[in-house]
C-alpha cells in the first residue's frame, strides 16, 4: 500500500515537473521580451547556420541547431559594425549571443529575430566577402535621363524573388546600378524606386494591378515611384514589373 503510495506520488511529482517545464517555456516565448511591461531582457546564446535569404527584402536566417520557442530558424540583425561578422559568416555554422524579440512591425522576415552583439564561427569556416559598397558611385557625367526597370517575383505561394534592376541610357546598360537607382520596402510591401540624387523622377509605368504612379507631385525633390506588389498579386499577377525615368535637375 505503501509502495503504491509512493508510486503515485512519483508519477504526479514527474507531470508536475513537465507541465511546469512547459509552462515556463510558452510563458518565457511569450513574455520574455515584452518592453512595454518593462520586464528584464536578457541576451541568450544560439547556435546555427547562418543563411542570406534574397528576395524582396533581403534578411539574414539562422537556422537553428534546436528550435526556439518552437520555429526551426529566427532573424538575426545587428548595428553596422555587427553587420560586418553577419555577411562574413555567411553559410558557416555559427554562436551568436543577443536579446530575442517578437517583431512588431513588417519590416521583419521571421516570427523572432535576435539582435546580435556577439558572433562567433564554430565547426570552422571559409568567410565570405563583404557586400559590394556603392555608396560612393555617383552617375556618369553628361547623362541627362535615364530609365529605370523594377523585375521581380511576388506572392505567388514561392519564395519571392530579388528585385532584378535594369538602369539604361539610348538603349545602353548603365552600371552599377545602385549608382542612378535606389528603392524600399514599407512594412506594408508598398514598394518605392528613387533617382540619384541629382536628378527627379519622370514617367513611371509598370504592372497595371500594382498601381504605378508617383508619391508627390511631379518635379518634387521628394516624389519617388510608387507601387503596390500585394494589390497586384492579389489580382492574380506575380510575374510583376515597375518602371520610372530620370531627369537631371538641371
Known amino acids: 500500500m505503501f509502495h503504491h503510495f509512493l508510486s503515485r506520488l512519483w508519477a504526479s511529482l514527474i507531470l508536475f515537473l513537465c507541465s511546469t517545464s512547459a509552462w515556463s517555456q510558452v510563458e518565457h516565448c511569450r513574455t520574455s521580451t515584452d518592453a512595454q511591461e518593462n520586464r ?116 505567388d505561394g514561392e519564395r519571392d524573388t530579388p528585385i532584378n534592376v535594369t538602369v539604361t541610357h539610348k538603349g545602353r546598360k548603365l552600371r552599377p546600378w545602385q549608382a542612378y537607382a535606389s528603392y524600399y520596402l514599407t512594412g506594408g510591401f508598398a514598394l518605392y524606386g528613387s533617382c540619384a540624387e541629382s536628378y527627379v523622377l519622370g514617367r513611371v509605368s509598370g504592372t497595371v494591378e500594382g498601381h504605378p504612379g508617383h508619391f508627390d507631385e511631379l518635379g518634387s525633390a521628394v516624389d519617388k515611384a510608387a507601387y503596390d506588389p500585394e494589390s497586384a498579386a492579389a489580382a492574380g499577377v506575380h510575374q510583376q514589373r515597375l518602371t520610372y525615368t530620370c531627369v537631371r535637375k538641371n
Do not use: H, N
Open 40 to 155: 528584464a531582457v536578457v541576451p541568450q546564446t544560439l547556435t546555427g547556420r547562418l543563411v542570406f535569404r534574397q528576395g524582396l527584402r533581403s534578411w539574414f536566417e539562422l537556422k537553428l541547431d534546436r528550435p526556439y520557442c518552437g520555429q526551426a530558424s529566427l532573424q538575426l540583425i545587428a548595428d553596422d559594425q555587427s553587420k560586418i561578422a553577419l555577411e562574413r559568416f555567411r553559410d558557416c555554422r555559427v554562436e551568436t549571443r543577443g536579446v530575442i524579440d517578437t517583431p512588431d512591425t513588417g519590416y521583419y522576415s521571421a516570427a523572432y529575430f535576435q539582435s546580435v552583439t556577439i558572433m562567433k564561427g564554430i565547426d570552422g569556416c571559409e568567410l565570405s566577402a563583404r557586400f559590394p559598397d556603392y555608396s560612393k558611385y555617383k552617375p556618369t557625367p553628361g547623362i541627362r535621363y535615364y530609365r529605370v526597370d523594377f523585375f521581380f517575383r511576388y506572392g
